[in-house]
T-cell receptor
């Protein structure tokens, strides 16, 4: 069965702090894809990143970075020098070709960045 | 280029009424997905289409729900009759192309309230 676990329900930090959002996934497929989406208070779902199972290189995009480790089935997301505008719910998701591309979402982590 | 368009953005109706949600995918995308977001169940896939053909509707909660995609630029999700437990945010997403696990881009969602 496919499953995504985001154990942190809520995180609160002060602006400029670094914060890491955890994501652990389960799948028996060798080919799979991992995603992060951001849902700001306005409610839309914004795509942040997509990784495939054959690419374990970490990725950095501005203040955002992602650490993919197959050995621990984790795909963690770090925001460096957080800002108030980063306040949102962040979702990790998994899809596999065997599941027809259906996204399996974690429960989300609500990040609150206080000034 | 316009993103995924959904209408209406908000819908308030009374129990027993028919509700129709609409979605226009990104031009050129050949996959279309309908998701529902609730506090209890999180984000869950209801149904998805490939080239206008329904592929997997196993997530549709019951016969009261139906979805159609008459052409590549339009899809509807209908609830008849609606019930209070259908209250949720309904998202439409689209993706391209043959690899079904390509990135899904989401619309702004329709917030449905059934009284």
């Amino acid at each position: 069965a496919q499953k995504v676990t985001q154990a942190q329900t809520e995180i609160s930090v002060v602006e400029k702090e670094d914060v890491t959002l955890d994501c652990v996934y389960e799948t028996r497929d060798t080919t799979y894809y991992l995603f992060w989406y951001k849902q700001p208070p306005s409610g839309e779902l914004v795509f942040l990143i997509r990784r495939n199972s054959f690419d374990e290189q970490n990725e950095i995009s501005g203040r955002y970075s992602w650490n993919f480790q197959k050995s621990t089935s984790s795909f963690n997301f770090t925001i460096t020098a957080s800002q108030v505008v980063d306040s949102a719910v962040y979702f990790c998701a998994l899809s596999t070709p065997n599941q027809g591309g259906k996204l399996i979402f974690g429960q989300g982590t609500e990040l609150s960045v206080k000034p | 280029d316009a993103g995924v368009i959904q209408s209406p953005r908000h819908e308030v109706t009374e129990m027993g009424q028919e509700v129709t949600l609409r979605c226009k995918p990104i031009s050129g995308h050949d996959y279309l997905f309908w998701y529902r977001q609730t506090m209890m169940r999180g984000l869950e896939l209801l149904i998805y289409f490939n080239n206008n053909v329904p592929i997997d509707d196993s997530g549709m909660p019951e016969d009261r729900f139906s979805a159609k995609m008459p052409n590549a630029s339009f899809s509807t999700l209908k609830i008849q009759p609606s019930e209070p437990r259908d209250s949720a945010v309904y998202f439409c997403a689209s993706s391209f192309f043959g690899v079904s696990t390509d990135t899904q881009y989401f619309g702004p969602g329709t917030r449905l309230t059934v009284l």
